[in-house]
């Protein structure tokens, strides 16, 4: 189970970058959009962060309690 929780916090820095490609290519076109999907970015790379420090404690937790 912790395998698939893993792919599935790569799978936040995916979008993130998707996001991050999308703010830089239509930022010339439409600022709006472009500081909109940066927000994005910024936003699910905190969720990363804050997912993978979640997982490694509860992972330090359960390994104690063995």
């Known amino acids: 189970m912790n395998k698939i929780w893993k792919l599935f916090q ?6 993130a970058v998707f996001f991050l490609i999308d703010a830089v290519t239509n930022y010339s076109t439409d600022k709006g959009r472009a500081i909109m999907s940066f927000v994005f970015a910024i936003f699910i790379t905190l969720v990363f962060f804050f997912k993978r420090y979640f997982r490694k404690k509860v992972e330090k937790r359960n390994s104690q309690n063995k």
Do not use: L, S
């Open 10 to 15: 790569y799978g936040y820095i995916i979008i």
